[in-house]
């Protein structure tokens, strides 16, 4: 079966190795990835690691004996581009590796916040293991820890910081956090959770820029107002890393470009994870996912592709959230809802489901602390059929 190479060794990369092993691929498997880590467990870093609940030990997706039993082996490198004609890769230090077949799985990089003074000491980003690192070593009790970003990642952060005992202050430049992916019920929801919590949530606050000497000292907004800080950290989303594949001619819209078998615009280069863009029938366009299980889903299917086997991608895309000890699962994409249903009082309650309607069929729920609505409400999407109040209510109250 020749060589079989993966560049990208995280969430896709990692379940790409392994799905070629379990459907038979006998042939040389290489894992190139850039971290120089092995690959590893990036929700916890906003959650459970950054707030020191888990250890390190805990990060791993996969044991380094798994890696030598599965005879798969690992290149610190960072690929620099592809000659498709001779399928090769070549790399940073000027190595090259010739394949077979190659799979894609570059995921994504935070997006720079084009402000002055974004690069100053004590200003960070969290996308990776070094990023949260730094973080960890600046955030001591006491501090001022600015987040600039109400999105699933900034407010997750705030919540990991106040546990360790930071003054937090979220910066959100919308009118209300979460306001891409959630109903306003859910975003007032989790506003009145971080305010209870003691964290400062200032919404319609647009950052012009941050200053200090040798490290960041303020941070400045539109209008002149100044605030203090620390430490910053900035979740205002990624950029998917798609210069490989684009340099090489592979079609990239957004993401790399991949059908229902996670085949890219070349019969030998699969791609897999946040760095593609895939139609999803369901929701009659292309979407890019950032989700580890739509990740996972699509290496399985790339693997498949690589053996010569078939295998779809086709499941609901799901999510997590955990802040504070509210577990958030989100079945489906809400975008293009015409009506949402309350299971219960947000403004009141630490439990509730907002389910998201569109023509009268569930598209997405947001279930917090509701582990049963989210089962069934995964089940009632995928059905894809019309469901009436009395129907949802009652999955609710079951
Ligand atoms: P990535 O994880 O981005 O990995 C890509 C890898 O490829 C990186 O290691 C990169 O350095 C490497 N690479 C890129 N280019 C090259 C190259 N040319 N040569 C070599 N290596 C290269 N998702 C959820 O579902 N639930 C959550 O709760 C959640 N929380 C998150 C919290 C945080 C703080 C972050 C940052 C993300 C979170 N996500 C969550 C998103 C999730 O982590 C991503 O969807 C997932 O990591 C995607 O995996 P991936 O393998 O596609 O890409």
Redesign the pocket.
């Given at each position: 079966q020749g060589t079989a190479v993966v560049?990208?060794?995280?969430?896709?990369?990692?379940q790409v190795v392994a799905g070629l092993r379990q459907q038979g691929w006998s042939g040389r498997v290489v894992l190139?990835?850039?971290?120089a880590v092995l690959?590893y467990h990036?929700?916890?870093?906003?959650?459970a690691y950054l707030s020191g609940k888990s250890a390190i030990g805990e990060l791993a997706i996969r044991k380094p004996a798994f890696y030598a039993k599965q005879e798969i082996e690992l290149r610190d490198?960072?690929?620099?581009s592809i000659e498709r004609a001779e399928r090769r890769l070549v790399m940073a230090d000027g190595h090259s590796l010739s394949y077979d077949k190659l799979a894609l799985?570059?995921?994504?990089?935070?997006r720079l916040l084009p402000v002055p003074g974004a690069d100053l000491p004590g200003v960070h980003y969290?996308?990776?293991f070094a990023d949260?690192e730094q973080i960890r070593e600046s955030a001591q009790p006491g501090k001022r820890a600015v987040i600039v970003g109400g999105g699933?990642?900034g407010l997750?952060?705030a919540a990991s910081l106040l546990a360790l005992g930071l003054d937090v202050t979220v910066l959100e430049a919308a009118e209300r956090v979460l306001m891409r992916v959630t109903a306003p019920e859910v975003s007032a929801f989790y506003e009145r959770i971080h305010r209870e919590a003691g964290v400062t949530i200032r919404t319609g606050a647009l950052v012009e820029a941050m200053t200090g000497e040798d490290r960041v000292r303020e941070v400045q907004l539109a209008g002149g107002e100044r605030l203090r800080a620390d430490l910053v950290v900035i979740g205002v989303g990624?950029e998917p890393?798609t210069e490989?594949a684009a340099a090489a001619g592979l079609v990239v819209d957004d993401g790399v470009v991949i059908d229902d078998n996670a085949r890219t615009s070349d019969t030998d280069i699969v791609a897999?994870?946040?760095?593609t863009s895939h139609w999803m029938t369901r929701y009659g366009r292309r979407i890019r996912?950032?989700?580890?299980?739509?990740?996972g889903e699509q290496a399985k299917a790339a693997a498949a592709t690589m053996c010569g086997k078939e295998k779809t991608i086709a499941a609901l895309p799901w999510?997590?959230?955990?802040q504070y000890d509210l577990k958030l699962q989100i079945a489906g994409l809400s975008a293009g809802y015409d009506e949402i249903l309350l299971s219960s009082d947000p403004t009141r309650d630490r439990d509730f489901t907002c389910f998201y309607l569109r023509e009268q069929k569930l598209i997405a729920a947001d279930c917090v602390n509701r582990p049963r609505d989210f089962m069934r409400s995964k089940q009632k999407i995928t059905e894809g059929l019309e469901v009436d109040r009395a129907e949802l209510v009652q999955i609710a109250a079951d």
């Open positions: 560049v990208g060794a995280s969430h896709a990369g990692a190139i990835g850039d971290e690959p990036r929700p916890p870093l906003s959650k490198a960072r690929v620099e799985c570059t995921g994504g990089r935070a969290l996308r990776t949260v699933y990642i997750e952060t990624i890393n490989l897999a994870g946040d760095c996912l950032e989700s580890v299980p739509s990740a999510f997590w959230s955990d």
